[in-house]
């Protein structure tokens, strides 16, 4: 059975930072590309980072570039989503995700909460 469980979420003050992390049980991530994204209330799910199997190419979407940074550590099956100087219009829930033979496999999100 495969999980993907996220962490690290929290009610943190602008300007301030959180770290994510994306662990998974019943498939490895690597080989595999991960992303994260985000849902804030009303409106649509939205890619925040992703990071290629092996992690030579990281993507981000417009609104969190210079801010955060998606790495990975194969070894503990683990991805993470680094954010800094969190602003709070980045008030969401945090996913992630992979996939497996064109399956896509989501986590049951974090939330964070960023006051300003």
């Known amino acids: 059975q495969v999980q993907l469980v996220e962490s690290g979420g929290g009610l943190v003050q602008a300007g301030g930072s959180l770290r994510l992390s994306c662990t998974a049980s019943?498939?490895?991530?690597?080989?595999?590309?991960v992303g994260w994204y985000r849902q804030a209330p009303g409106k649509q799910r939205e890619v925040v980072a992703t990071i290629s199997a092996s992690s030579s190419i990281t993507n981000y979407g417009d609104s969190v570039k210079g801010r955060f940074s998606i790495s990975r550590d194969n070894a503990k099956n683990t991805v993470y989503l680094q954010m800094n100087s969190l602003k709070p219009e980045d008030t969401a829930i945090y996913y992630c995700?992979?996939?497996?033979?064109?399956?896509?496999?989501w986590g049951q999100g974090t939330q964070v909460t960023v006051s300003s």
């Open positions: 995700k992979t996939m497996l033979r064109g399956v896509d496999y």
């Open positions: 019943g498939i490895m991530f690597s080989g595999k590309t």
